[in-house]
């Protein structure tokens, strides 16, 4: 498997096992203490806020004896006097061996791919894509279940969300069955249920929550996205639609586990977090070997 080079801008840029190699991978980084990326600089390029992708990003080129530079808002940049993505990244791409970049406007991550003659990995576009939060989301429900042909429930925005819309393609490339539940508004949009409906995916959408968790071995919930709405009133209206309580899973299956990309705002109460089904810390743990093995598999430190 040769992944050295490669952009990773939408999980649909890898293979079935493309993913099962990086996930591979990622079970070995857990144990390894090698430095494969001594010398190589990564360039974190972080257009909106993050707390857990860009830090672990750093955790794991440093703990591969990487460097990191970069920066965390656009304010500190020349983008704030009116630089160009394009320029920007032909100016970033001479300082570094890779870039991660994450940015409001979906397709920008694309852009930057096809300017710049590094590697470009996607922290998220937008509502488009947010690829390797999927793996870490895979690697976890395998480490978890074992297997990654589960019945899954996805609830929240669904509509605004990149982490769902990443994880449902490489969900149905297992042939896993998945029930959306979404407030009104903010379903799956219907070119991803098209583009899955070709692929035969076994996928169906309920607002009965209660009964889709009853019959789902993982439960992945998102926040509503309030920074994405059009019209601020829209959001007041909707916010608070779904909360998950001790209550709501009382019909749950014993080994249920949770996911939650985070930042959780409400749409889980604290009261789950001590209940056996919470796995969303477990989840921001495994981000860092995931992510050291795509920047050792891309930058060829790791093969
Ligand atoms: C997500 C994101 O940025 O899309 N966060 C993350 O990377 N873990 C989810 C979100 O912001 O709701």
Redesign the pocket.
């Known amino acids: 498997m040769n992944l050295k080079g490669k952009d990773i801008i939408s999980i649909r840029d890898l293979t079935k096992k493309d993913i099962e190699y990086i996930l591979k991978t990622a079970e070995k980084m857990e144990k390894s203490s090698d430095r494969p990326l001594k010398g190589k600089i990564l360039s974190c390029m972080f257009f ?1 806020p ?1 707390t ?2 860009r830090l672990s990003f750093s955790t794991a080129m440093e703990r591969m004896g990487g460097d990191v530079i970069g920066f965390a808002s656009k304010e500190t940049t020349s983008v704030a006097k009116g630089e160009s993505l394009k320029d920007t990244i032909k100016t970033v791409e001479n300082y570094c061996d890779v870039i991660v970049i ?1 940015h409001p406007k979906e397709g920008a991550s694309r852009l930057a791919a096809d300017v710049s003659k590094i590697p470009v990995i996607n ?2 576009d937008g509502s488009n894509q ?1 690829p390797t ?1 999927t793996l870490l989301d895979l690697y976890t429900i395998k480490k978890e279940k074992n297997r990654l042909d589960i019945n899954i429930a996805l609830i929240g925005d669904l509509k605004y ?3 769902v819309h990443s994880l449902v393609y490489a969900l149905a490339m297992w042939d896993a069955k998945i029930t959306l539940v979404s407030p009104e508004g903010l379903e799956m949009p219907r070119e991803v249920l098209g583009d899955l409906n070709r692929f035969n995916a076994k996928i169906n959408e309920t607002d009965d929550i209660e009964t889709a968790i009853s019959n789902s071995d993982v439960l992945y919930v ?2 509503i ?1 309030e920074e994405r709405f059009p019209d601020p009133g829209e959001y007041e209206k909707i916010k608070g639609a779904y909360r998950i309580t001790l209550d709501t899973l009382k019909h749950a299956k014993k080994d249920l586990i949770i996911l939650h ?3 959780r705002v409400d749409e889980i109460a604290q009261e789950v977090d001590d209940s056996p089904y919470a796995r969303y810390f477990e989840q921001v743990n495994n981000g860092v070997p995931v992510r050291m093995a795509v920047l050792g598999l891309v930058l060829g430190g790791v093969r």
């Open positions: 909106e993050s857990r992708t994450r922290a998220g947010h939060q969300g990149r982490t998102t926040r996205q990309p985070l930042p």
